[in-house]
């Protein structure tokens, strides 16, 4: 899979405008757009920098630009205004977008001449440039331009009541906002004419289908006249680091060649693990994991997870599931071992944190499965690595986690009598299914949530495998393994052939069809290993969760689905998890399909490898709306759901596909 657009798709707007890029730079700090050039979210810009904690703030949002070639001028921006307007229509001109590696490039023909733009990002720097390369061209080129600017948390907008206060430093400018600045330098211009003013009225209709603010205005400074002929280049950059003198001196050819050296480095130890006969569009995924394994400040270098772009930071669920996926199966062990490590100096009362938020806050600890999936990112990293050094390191903490359980910790978590898991009370979210709109739980699942036991067995017998590992005595977690699985019994539903979603959620057992069911099949250690009842169940996910996306979160005929996540901001919080598709519920159900006996083959992936060049190019987002055409919605590159996808392909040994 090629993951290169011409013209006649760049040119088609309502097609092209859907299109995102990616690139990250290893510390939380990205660049993200359209294939068009127009910023269609709160989160696009050409340099969101990331502080200590994970706050990232949008600095160099874009570059408009109008070019001169043989006496005609041709607009190379493309603008979303408030008012409906696409003013100018660059995109017209554009000739082809594709991805170098992880580079995005765009390319515009002009008469004779071929221009090109790249984006990079230097890798753990706070540091962007955009050049521009005349590859073709009989005659010199001249291009205005325009740097458009702000100085905010990429979580707001900007309302053009403030000025920055710009500094000459010389050989580059400093824009600054209170505390927060960023510097900007660009190759010599034949012309430079300050031209201080807001461009008002930008347009993000992604906001808007989120019920959120839906436009802001962007500052400019001054305008540029550059002119170059074929073969030359002209580059501007940005950075947010301390030293921005050095940052700013780095040439783009070094930015690429650092940034191309470790996506064939990042191929190479993939492969080492998949086999050498890996797909191109596995390839893309091997590339996309890399964006989301960072380094973290906080009182020192970490290695985590980021849970998805562009808004969340890591949180302690997504970083587990996607642990096997993202650094297993492409080799990574040593960044493996790193973040469990991590996430292990966390662990507090027998839980491990929900979420770290933005602002490097103390972390927060409302989960009740977080903590479980630790033991299975555990045991799939020992089997990898069989580090037998990080299983006595890690054991202590394992143990006292389940200790803490079986006496009870925060939200009401505790092992009952009879062997399952409860937590919470009415108004908590302690599962996956998280969504809270003010006091209200739109999925309230406290009580016995089925992958909550599911859990706590696997994580039994994980703990019995590392004792023996380790030449320990494991029959306390063998015994207590048993009892939850003679008790999970209570969750078949003989009246519709699968389990229930929820024991004892205020005295009631919830009869709900749900993908949670999935986690007593799939998980390294099943708790359900009847066949007659693990083939019904994938029979009713089958036919009523199953898409070509993922899985639904709730069947259609329920009463509460709703189809597609858009709208006010209550409309599609409630669609969250009430009908959206899941991508990363492919891994679970494809594992519970291979523990029932069932068929699996590569091509039940399609959907998704199709989606690699519909959404963000090169890799998967969050969720899906639920009814055709599953639009993906949500973070345009999530963790988990490129996590599974590495996962499956090398656990089913897919690589001659």
């Not at 703030?57 to 006496?71: E, N």
């Not at 005609?72 to 979303?80: G, I, K, Q």
């Not at 290993?529 to 979160?553: F, N, W, Y």
């Not at 399909?593 to 039940?604: S, V, Y």
Request: hydrophobic residues 40%.
């Amino acid at each position: 899979m090629t993951l290169s657009f011409d013209a006649s798709l760049l040119r088609d707007f309502d097609e092209a405008i859907r299109r995102e890029w990616l690139l990250a730079n290893g510390i939380g700090g990205y660049a993200a757009g359209t294939l068009l050039g127009a910023n269609t979210r709160r989160y696009h810009g050409l340099l969101i920098a990331a502080t200590a904690g994970l706050q990232r703030l949008v600095t160099f949002s874009r570059v408009d630009a109008i070019a001169r070639y043989q006496g005609r001028t041709y607009d190379l921006t493309t603008a979303y205004f408030r008012n409906g307007a696409v003013e100018p229509m660059g995109y017209l001109n554009l000739h082809r977008f594709y991805l170098d590696g992880t580079i995005p490039v765009w390319q515009w023909r002009l008469g004779d001449a071929l221009l090109e733009q790249r984006v990079l990002l230097a890798w753990q720097k706070n540091t962007v440039a955009v050049v521009f390369r005349l590859l073709e061209g009989s005659e010199r080129l001249t291009m205005r331009l325009r740097l458009l600017h702000t100085v905010r948390d990429h979580h707001g907008e900007t309302v053009p009541d403030w000025l920055p206060t710009v500094t000459d430093q010389g050989d580059y400018f400093s824009i600054a906002r209170e505390a927060q600045s960023f510097a900007l330098r660009w190759d010599e211009a034949v012309t430079w004419e300050p031209n201080a003013a807001w461009l008002k009225g930008i347009f993000w209709p992604e906001e808007q289908g989120r019920g959120m603010t839906d436009h802001e205005s962007l500052f400019q400074f001054g305008d540029l006249t550059v002119e170059f002929g074929a073969g030359e280049t002209w580059q501007v950059s940005a950075t947010t680091e301390a030293n921005a003198r050095e940052e700013l001196s780095r040439r783009w050819e070094a930015l690429q060649a650092e940034r191309l050296a470790r996506d064939e480095q990042l191929l190479r130890q993939a492969v080492g693990v998949m086999g050498d006969s890996l797909p191109d569009w596995i390839h893309h995924l091997v590339l996309a994991a890399d964006q989301f394994i960072i380094t973290v400040e906080r009182g020192g270098p970490q290695r985590t997870i980021l849970a998805g772009y562009p808004w969340f930071t890591d949180w302690g669920r997504d970083t587990m599931i996607a642990l096997p996926g993202l650094c297993l199966a492409t080799g990574r062990h040593e960044d493996a071992i790193a973040i469990l490590r991590t996430f292990a100096r966390y662990v507090d009362q027998g839980m491990l944190p929900n979420r770290f938020p933005d602002e490097g806050e103390l972390p927060e600890y409302n989960t009740a499965d977080a903590t479980l999936w630790f033991f299975e990112a555990i045991g799939r990293t020992w089997e990898a690595t069989q580090d037998k050094q990080l299983l006595a390191e890690l054991c202590p903490v394992l143990a006292e986690i389940i200790h803490w359980h079986q006496r009870g910790t925060r939200y009401n978590i505790h092992l009952a009598e009879d062997g399952l898991l409860a937590a919470g009370t009415a108004g908590t979210q302690l599962t996956w299914m998280d969504v809270k709109i003010g006091d209200e739980v739109p999925t309230p699942r406290h009580g016995k949530a089925v992958e909550l036991s599911a859990l706590w067995y696997n994580a039994l017998r994980w703990m019995t495998r590392f004792a023996a590992a380790l030449g320990q005595d494991g029959s306390e977690w063998e015994a207590l393994a048993e009892r939850t699985q003679l008790a999970f019994d209570r969750f078949w539903n003989p009246a519709t052939g699968h389990l229930f979603d929820v024991l004892d959620r205020d005295g009631e057992d919830d009869p709900t069809l749900c993908p949670n069911q999935l986690f007593a099949l799939s998980l390294t250690h099943p708790v359900l290993t009847d066949p007659d009842r693990a083939r019904s169940i994938l029979e009713h996910c089958t036919m009523k969760l199953l898409t070509p996306v993922g899985l639904r979160s709730l069947t259609a005929e329920h009463p509460a689905y709703r189809g597609q996540h858009r709208g006010p901001r209550e409309d599609f919080d409630r669609a969250y998890h009430q009908g959206t598709v899941w991508g990363w519920l492919i891994g679970p159900y494809l594992r519970a399909r291979r523990a029932a006996g069932l068929d699996i083959t590569p091509e039940m992936l399609d959907g998704l490898r199709a989606h690699l060049a519909e959404g963000a190019v090169g890799t998967v987002a969050e969720i899906f709306d639920g009814d055709p055409p599953h639009y993906p919605r949500g973070c345009f590159a999530q963790a988990w759901s490129v996590s599974e996808l590495l996962a499956l392909w090398w656990e089913f040994g897919w690589s001659s596909h």
